[in-house]
């Protein structure tokens, strides 16, 4: 078996390398969980919210709780926000949740029991991601946390009015029914020992947080009564819906969403009269935190101090915070955009608080490991193989979530699985890293990249659907008490919302080709088999099922040439067949080619006597097999209106031959071509035939012209204008693919037909976007169903019923597909085409061949 040529070789790895058909939307690659967002989005869109929360678990144990709480970067990422807004992804996602989740339809599979035990400290999202994978596994698994509750950090660092603790009670249930021990209000490093702890268990999770606080201690005062760090104030507050020692007037140190939590809590604490919010930020915009949590402060009474920081708190006899001096901030960053705020010390105001609450970022606290053994980063965080989580100083230790490098719920869930793939190796006593990538196990930027007008056939970026905003509570009545503030979406605003996703994929390619669909979900899965298994081991009847109309490469946002590489892999295939093509079904075009070049079914004249030929009329094939006297037509009006003689060739172009991939047999009849033309001595080959026009173009030495650009040059025969202006007919016109590029063609046809008088009406795939009439390459023989899908599905695009071809081969599929269809030249030199004079003009191979034989004599007559 030979070897497929370099340069087609080079076009299947350049498709395999940067196809986007199996590239996942923005969404899902920026989720770190990978969740199929388009999936379950979809679903709800359609009424399906238990498919939709069957998608979501497949992924996800905390549905509802990052329904509230997700950061959502998959909104972010998404292609709508582009145009408009977002998705509401979080919302979607949390109305599938709340509905339809149910504990009997979760995932409890467990493989056999190993033996192995494994420890986690930390009962956050990370960790508890980490056990339920470690268990499914079949190892034996106990968390370990300080807290006497759930959830970690999300449970103490998330007011209740976002999260309701009965939500992380609930979902966490999955933990006792896998059979995972958890053991809340044990401390390691203090109820037991951290070497201990590595000693008794095969692998340990380190899982623990960003527990500690900070507070600005340059501040002179910063150690008085009533100034708090967030991190135990909202913890506080989350164990006991209250805060001891907190004042009347409180002041809130930063700018994120820690500060928006403590702020808005700081509200709704018995006592509280006023909340400050003090930021260096000059804007709302500039703000870490989410606008959401933003507005929700302003609208609960949050008084903003922008563009402000710290400069001194003041404290009354008794050591307690009296007040809070603030001053302008000019800068946050310096010239190498380190932080590094710069003030106006001339501009300064005094807050009346009695309160001061640091929300300025969280430490690890690593004070388990009272040796030290753990390697830590300058950041505090513990020190990791980037992708393996793995402890670099500790081999069976590793460590995910906040004290890793997570920031929100959904990285240290990524984080916690991360680490558990990575136990689990460990204790098989497998290779950790083998074939992980980050794309697999975090958020990547993906490949897919479309634009607009690829993304919804339809969709007009002018006619925006408004996001739905899910309802509040009142913020006069929410400030009362830690009850939750948004509502879930109803039925109604969650499919409006999820309707307005776009579904972004690219598989435009396969949502146009039939072919493709047949043997591949997606180009670059059919090109990676060829490339791994090599041309001759995948079955010929892919190639030869390629109608090579160029359609998969118009729809294609990277112009990938699928085309070349089906039709570059037939003239290896003829060649290992002994020269013939591999299909059976092309039996039939071997036998057309033999009397194609036969002397009893082809002529050469030249122009009439007296005359010298200057021109050569070459009809092609199609055409004088269907309709012998519009081709003697044709010649006799060319000879009338052209200067200079008109000669006639009637023989194949030997495109057939070429379309198989017989490279040889090509240019051997070929040559034959090119010697008759010779043999007139004619400057100018005028062709009906695309396929001939688009051979000819390449390799004839004369001039070519297509008779439907010419045509408007020379006239129509006097008695044919307006012929058809007492029809009854709508006609919709169908371009060649072949002839896709040719707008001149396009125009000529349209010109022929207005000055003819026949009404038409556009198709929406017309011009340089028509569609395949499914007679291009050779596939009719070789896969006869394929090709009456394709006709089948150009012949329904007709609006009117009626349609008007300019190649014959084209017009037959048009009537084999199911619509009344003409050829041009059926309106130029017949009587008025009406709907009374409708009929199949389709006939068999006998039929065909007597027409050609006709055509001979036709060409021959008026030659004499």
């Known amino acids: 078996m030979g070897v497929l040529p370099k340069e087609v070789m080079e076009n299947m790895k350049d498709i395999v390398d940067n196809c986007m058909g199996d590239s996942n939307p923005a969404c899902q690659s920026s989720c770190p969980m990978h969740t199929d967002i388009k999936e379950y989005v979809r679903l709800v869109g359609e009424g399906d919210g238990e498919g939709a929360i069957g998608v979501i678990r497949e992924k996800l144990f905390l549905p509802k709780t990052l329904g509230r709480v997700c950061a959502h970067p998959c909104e972010a990422g998404c292609r709508r926000g582009d145009e408009d807004k977002p998705i509401s992804v979080a919302n979607i996602k949390r109305y599938a949740a709340d509905n339809f989740d149910n504990p009997v339809n979760w995932d409890l599979n467990k493989k056999p029991a190993t033996g192995k035990k494994v420890a986690v400290i930390g009962a956050g999202p990370a960790g508890a991601q980490a056990a339920i994978d470690l268990s499914k596994n079949g190892h034996e698994v106990t968390i370990y946390d300080k807290l006497p509750v759930y959830g970690g950090m999300m449970r103490v660092g998330i007011p209740a009015y976002r999260l309701p603790r009965n939500i992380i009670d609930e979902e966490y249930s999955i933990l006792e029914m896998l059979g995972v021990s958890v053991k809340l209000n044990t401390e390691i490093g203090k109820d037991i020992d951290f070497e201990t702890l590595k000693k008794e268990n095969d692998a340990v999770i380190i899982a623990v947080g960003r527990q500690a606080g900070r507070i600005d201690r340059s501040l002179k005062n910063h150690d008085a009564q009533g100034v708090y760090d967030a991190a135990e104030y909202l913890k506080e507050i989350s164990l006991t819906n209250g805060s001891e020692g907190v004042g009347k007037r409180v002041a809130v140190i930063g700018g994120g969403d820690v500060a928006m939590d403590c702020a808005r809590s700081s509200l709704r604490l018995q006592g509280v009269e006023e909340v400050y919010s003090v930021c260096l930020e000059p804007s709302y915009e500039e703000m870490t935190s989410s606008m959401h949590e933003v507005k929700g402060a302003i609208a609960e009474g949050v008084k903003f101090n922008l563009a402000m920081g710290t400069n001194e708190i003041l404290i009354d006899d008794n050591g307690?915070?009296?007040?809070?001096?603030?001053?302008?901030?000019?800068?946050?960053?310096?010239?190498?955009?380190?932080?590094n705020p710069t003030c106006n010390e001339d501009n300064k105001k005094m807050l009346d608080v009695d309160t001061v609450v640091f929300a300025i970022g969280q430490g690890?606290?690593?004070?388990?490991?009272?040796?030290?053994?753990?390697?830590?980063?300058?950041?505090?965080?513990?020190?990791?193989?980037?992708?393996?989580?793995?402890?670099?100083?500790?081999?069976?230790?590793?460590?995910?979530?906040?004290?890793a490098s997570a920031f929100i719920v959904i990285e240290a869930m990524a984080e916690g699985r991360s680490a558990a793939i990575s136990a689990d190796r460990f204790l098989k006593g497998e290779d950790l890293m083998s074939g992980r990538t980050t794309e697999e196990e975090a958020a990547y930027k993906t490949k897919l990249e479309l634009p607009t007008e690829y993304l919804s056939e339809g969709w007009d970026a002018a006619e925006k659907v408004e996001r739905v905003i899910a309802k509040e509570l009142d913020p006069t009545e929410r400030i009362k008490s830690f009850d939750e503030t948004e509502f879930t979406f109803?039925?109604?605003?969650?499919?409006?919302?999820?309707?307005?996703?776009?579904?972004?994929?690219?598989?435009?390619?396969?949502?146009?080709?039939?072919?493709?669909?047949?043997?591949?979900?997606?180009?670059?899965?059919?090109?990676?088999?060829?490339?791994?298994?090599?041309?001759?081991?995948?079955?010929?009847?892919?190639?030869?099922?390629?109608?090579?109309?160029?359609?998969?490469?118009?729809?294609?946002?990277?112009?990938?040439?699928?085309?070349?590489?089906?039709?570059?892999?037939?003239?290896?295939?003829?060649?290992?067949?002994?020269?013939?093509?591999?299909?059976?079904?092309?039996?039939?075009?071997e036998v057309h080619q033999y009397l194609g070049y036969s002397k009893f079914f082809n002529t050469t004249n030249k122009a009439p006597e007296g005359e010298k030929t200057k021109y050569v009329f070459f009809p092609g094939c199609s055409l004088p097999s269907y309709n012998p006297e519009a081709v003697g037509n044709v010649l006799g009006h060319l000879q009338d209106k052209l200067d200079g003689g008109v000669g006639s060739v009637l023989k194949c172009c030997g495109k057939p031959t070429k379309?198989?991939?017989?490279?040889?047999?090509?240019?051997?009849?070929?040559?034959?071509?090119?010697a008759e033309i010779d043999r007139l001595g004619a400057?100018?080959?005028?062709?009906?035939?695309?396929?001939?026009?688009?051979?000819?173009?390449?390799?004839?030495?004369?001039?070519?012209?297509?008779?439907?650009?010419?045509?408007?040059?020379?006239?129509?025969?006097?008695?044919?204008?307006?012929?058809?202006?007492?029809?009854?007919?709508?006609?919709?016109?169908?371009?060649?693919?072949?002839?896709?590029?040719?707008?001149?063609?396009?125009?000529?046809?349209?010109?022929?037909?207005?000055?003819?008088?026949?009404?038409?009406e556009e198709l929406e795939n017309s011009r340089e976007k028509t569609r395949c009439c499914g007679f291009g390459g050779m596939v009719v023989p070789a896969n006869p169903d394929l090709a009456g899908r394709v006709m089948k599905r150009r012949a329904e695009e007709t609006t009117t019923g009626h349609m008007i071809s300019y190649c014959a081969a084209c017009r037959e599929s048009m009537e084999n597909g199911g619509a009344d269809s003409v050829h041009i030249l059926d309106l130029l030199f017949g009587e008025t085409y009406t709907k009374e004079k409708v009929n199949n003009r389709n006939m068999g191979p006998v039929k065909q061949w007597m027409n050609r034989y006709k055509s001979k004599q036709e060409l021959d007559k008026k030659s004499k």
């Open 490 to 589: 109803t039925k109604e605003q969650a499919e409006k919302e999820a309707n307005r996703c776009l579904q972004c994929t690219c598989k435009l390619c396969m949502k146009e080709c039939i072919m493709l669909n047949d043997f591949t979900d997606c180009p670059k899965t059919l090109f990676e088999e060829y490339l791994e298994k090599g041309y001759a081991a995948m079955d010929p009847k892919i190639s030869y099922s390629c109608n090579a109309c160029s359609q998969c490469t118009l729809k294609c946002p990277k112009d990938f040439d699928m085309k070349g590489a089906f039709m570059g892999m037939r003239p290896e295939y003829i060649k290992d067949n002994g020269g013939k093509s591999p299909m059976k079904g092309h039996s039939a075009i």
């Open 320 to 339: 307690r915070v009296k007040g809070l001096e603030i001053k302008e901030c000019i800068s946050i960053f310096d010239d190498e955009g380190r932080f």
């Open 364 to 403: 690890v606290d690593s004070g388990f490991d009272k040796k030290e053994t753990l390697a830590k980063r300058k950041n505090g965080t513990f020190e990791t193989d980037e992708l393996t989580k793995q402890s670099v100083n500790n081999e069976n230790v590793f460590v995910a979530g906040d004290c």
């Open 683 to 760: 400057d100018t080959v005028i062709v009906a035939c695309q396929s001939c026009l688009a051979v000819f173009s390449e390799y004839l030495k004369q001039n070519v012209v297509s008779l439907w650009t010419l045509l408007p040059e020379i006239g129509l025969p006097d008695e044919k204008y307006g012929i058809g202006k007492g029809s009854d007919i709508v006609f919709n016109i169908h371009d060649s693919c072949s002839a896709r590029e040719r707008s001149d063609l396009h125009d000529g046809i349209r010109w022929i037909i207005d000055n003819m008088g026949y009404k038409v």
């Open 659 to 674: 379309a198989l991939g017989q490279k040889e047999k090509f240019k051997e009849r070929f040559g034959e071509v090119q």
